[in-house]
């Protein structure tokens, strides 16, 4: 089953992949009417895409925007990983409250770091509400994780700051909203290739989506960085 994580790609990114995955149909079977009418669609987003991009900076996020991220990614390590730290603790009361606390980070998923923006932003929030419970409250403070807890809060709230700066209503959303068009034409081509595989009634559909899985792979974790 194909599937695109759009949220990692800037519009350029996309714009790229999409001119991969059009060429890689066409190639294969331009002769199938629903699959070129699917890539036509696409040909004609990329086509608007590129003028946003010549006349503008694509929808990458700021160096700022980066660098806050990495902040927080860093203050939520430190975290899990003191608390962690403690599940080895001699001291009797230390090593009860990590076990109590430590779950709490596999609920909201131990690894939220790799997450896209918006996702780790949301399950990060979580967290911290989760942490607000009395126990957690008290077991923070026995581990000594009290002041990295504040320093992951702080580094959110700074993150989200400048994530909302990017995004406000007043800029200019162009890119935005090339994007949302172009991930609308690839989701139709992906449907269709994904339906003709599963049907198996197309001369070596298993083949294409095989290639197109692998491409759609290696430009997604281009995109992570």
Same mark, same amino acid.
């Given at each position: 089953m194909l599937n695109i994580s759009y949220s990692y790609f800037s519009l350029k990114a996309m714009h790229d992949l999409a001119g991969q995955l059009v060429q890689m149909v066409k190639t294969a079977h331009g002769d199938d009417g629903m699959l070129l009418a699917a890539t036509e669609r696409i040909d004609k987003q990329m086509k608007l895409a590129q003028q946003v991009i010549n006349n503008s900076e694509s929808m990458d996020l700021t160096a700022a925007l980066a660098e806050a991220d990495q902040a927080r990614d860093d203050g939520f390590m430190a975290l899990r990983d003191t608390i962690a730290a403690c599940l080895r603790r001699l001291n009797p009361e230390v090593r009860r409250?990590?076990?109590?606390?430590?779950?709490?980070?596999?609920? #909201?998923?131990?690894?939220?770091?790799?997450?896209?923006?918006?996702?780790?932003?949301?399950?990060?929030?979580?967290?911290?509400?989760?942490?607000?419970?009395?126990?957690?409250?008290?077991?923070?403070?026995?581990? &000594?994780? &009290?002041?990295?807890?504040?320093?992951?809060?702080?580094?959110?709230?700074?993150?989200?700051?400048?994530?909302?700066?990017?995004?406000?209503?007043?800029?200019?959303?162009?890119?935005?909203?090339?994007?949302?068009?172009?991930? &609308?034409?690839?989701?139709?081509?992906? =449907?269709?290739? #994904?339906?003709?595989?599963?049907?198996?009634?197309?001369? &070596?559909? =298993?083949?294409?989506?095989?290639?197109?899985?692998?491409?759609?792979?290696g430009a997604t974790a281009e995109a992570k960085g």
């Open positions: 409250a990590a076990e109590r606390l430590f779950p709490v980070f596999g609920r #909201n998923d131990a690894q939220l770091h790799v997450l896209p923006y918006d996702e780790e932003t949301m399950a990060m929030d979580n967290l911290f509400s989760d942490l607000q419970i009395p126990q957690f409250e008290k077991d923070v403070a026995l581990v &000594g994780a &009290g002041p990295a807890l504040q320093e992951l809060k702080d580094a959110q709230a700074h993150f989200v700051h400048l994530y909302e700066a990017n995004i406000k209503p007043d800029e200019d959303r162009s890119d935005l909203e090339a994007k949302g068009e172009l991930k &609308g034409a690839l989701e139709v081509l992906i =449907s269709v290739l #994904n339906t003709l595989a599963a049907l198996n009634r197309l001369e &070596g559909i =298993s083949e294409t989506t095989d290639q197109i899985k692998k491409v759609i792979d």
